[in-house]
């Protein structure tokens, strides 16, 4: 993920400025880079690669200044190449901008700019916002007018830093959405500090605010003021960061779980940045690169994983059929293993494991090894076991996950298949280089529609604080989205312990249904997908049967808000993507209602988080 950190001081900021880069290195990277405020002149170093060819370009060039903004970048838009690594400037070099997330409306932002005659230097999304900031700025404004001009103008989830040489004695940091944090650090003696992540700054100071979505500060030495973005001043709460580092990482979250749930538009963005790039639609995984023979070759793919990264198996089987039309089979690990599984050469056994140490998992790729199978992993835990034997592997990119209740690291390996079924569609054949750039142009908007789940986050919490004492629930849902009812029923049960059932809809009237009554609630996962109309029908059964019915729908479905008793409302969004945003309210409709009956959420009973055993 890109990282980001400011500093503005006495003291050399280029040390503390790198020193902070390399704290957040296990982010992953493909780009860095540095600018520093000196005599009224902003000086940029930016190097594509590994962190240290850009300490070794400023060793060779050094800067100098006690301002300055640095960044590691994974790129979106535009190759990991020099020009498109940040810090960005404007022609004149009065102004230099670091950024996290995507400016969905990029592309429009950029011709409008254009068309008044502005020349990019770049292919990056963030230079639009330097040349909108500079545009106000032209036009007499103040930075911190500008900036706000600016950032209200860009649609999408975004963190970004502002340094001005015309006024040097601030930063300007502004946070839109979750997918990209911002902390300020408070030092001592007229020090302060600004980071994407918390370990950049902690060596320097505990004193630290967090912004909130849709909040700006002008950071000086004297310390920070905080405002909306409409302008209007904000408290600044300054929080001291416990030396326990894991309790740090919770920030204002009361469990990890809701912390892990907010952050998956930051892992999502994370999940895609690095490996597409939206104006050309090409996929590359640098850690599993596939030709178009390799996949032409491929007879088969076995999808292998236990629990929560099982059910993204099932998500997956459908997106590689469809795409790739490479036949998939998909069975829980503790199975595969010991059911001789038909494999040979020809065929990859492909695992998902969030640890990449669960027994099970491990086994069933050792079988699927000695086959013959060409091995897959999509891993979070680097160095894991499940990376290291694999012959390829996707890594998630979502940070560590604490809270035993997967959550982020279900929503990020679906998008990770996603762009393996595209990419394998594309190199069988079976996709044009037109329809790959659509289905890619889509993955831009994941964090955002994510996003809008978050933040009706209250609805569900009230909704769940109305259902919290019931003791049975059937989930139901079909087609791809069948797996989002299994993972929203296994959420609700190992951390409220109420008996969730998730099931097939078009199977409840081969036994089932004889359960339904009013005190057993359904909850429908009922998005605009291939298979509404059928669950439209059972969610009517339902209904008949005087069960409850919640219903995860979307937003402008009337025939869902006649007919539920409550609704969980998500964006419009092409069907393929849907079961990584339908997730969302199903995440936080379980966390909420087992932090309202007061259990350990985290760290529910007779549960680890990493299964090393069989
Ligand atoms: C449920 C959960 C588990 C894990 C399963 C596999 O929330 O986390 O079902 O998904 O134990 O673990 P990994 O992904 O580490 O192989």
Known sequence: MCGIVGYIGHRPAVPILLNGLKRLEYRGYDSAGVAVLRNGQIEVRRKAGKLRVLIEEVARNPLEGMVGIA??????????????????????????????????NFLALREEL??????????????????????????????????????RMLKGSNAIVVLSAQEPDKLITAR?????????????????????DLPAILEHTRRVTFLEPGQMAVVTREGAQVFT??????????????????????????????????????????????RVDFRTGEIAFSTLPLTSEQARSISKI???????????????????????????????????????????????VLAVSQSGETADTLAAMHEGKQKGATLWSIVNVIGSQAMRIADGYISMQVGPEISVASTKAYTAPLVDLYMLAVQLGFLRGRITPEERLELVEHLQYVPGWVEQVLSRAEAIHQ??????????????????????????????????????????????KHGPIALLDED??????????????????QVEQAKSRGAPVIAVATEGDERIADLADEVFWIPKVPWMLSPVVAIVPLQLFAYYIAAELGLDVDQPRNLAKSVTVE
């Open 71 to 104: 960044h590691t970048r994974w790129a979106t838009h535009g190759e990991p190449i020099d020009r498109n690594a940040h810090p960005h400037v404007n022609p004149h070099r009065t102004l230099a901008v670091v950024h996290n997330g995507i400016v969905e």
């Open 114 to 151: 254009e068309s008044e005659g502005v020349t990019f230097a770049s292919d990056t999304d963030t230079e639009v916002i330097v040349h909108l900031i500079d545009r106000h700025m032209q036009a007499g404004r103040s930075l911190v007018e500008a900036a706000r001009e600016a950032l």
């Open 176 to 196: 839109l959405g979750n997918a990209g944090g911002i902390v300020i650090g408070h030092g001592e003696d007229g020090e302060m500090f600004v980071a994407s």
């Open 229 to 274: 973005l409409e302008g209007e001043p904000v408290a600044v709460e300054i929080t001291t960061v416990p030396w326990d580092i894991t309790a740090a990482e919770k920030g204002p979250y009361k469990h990890f779980m809701l912390k892990e749930i907010f952050e998956q538009p930051r892992a999502l963005m994370d999940t895609i940045a690095g």
């Open 302 to 348: 076995h999808m292998t994983a236990c629990g929560t990264a099982y059910h993204t198996t099932l998500v997956g089987k459908v997106l590689v059929e469809r795409l790739a039309r490479i036949p998939v089979e998909t069975m829980i690990a503790s199975e595969f293993r010991y059911a001789d599984p038909i494999v040979d050469e020809s065929m990859v």
């Open 463 to 508: 909704v769940a604080f109305k259902y919290r004492h019931m003791r049975h629930c059937f989930y139901l849902g079909r087609g791809i989205n069948m797996a989002t009812a299994y993972e929203g029923a296994l959420k609700l049960k190992e951390i409220s312990y109420i008996h969730a059932e998730g099931y097939p809809a078009g199977e409840m």
């Open 520 to 537: 057993m609630p359904v909850i429908a996962v009922i998005p605009q997908d291939p298979w509404y109309e059928k669950m439209l029908s």
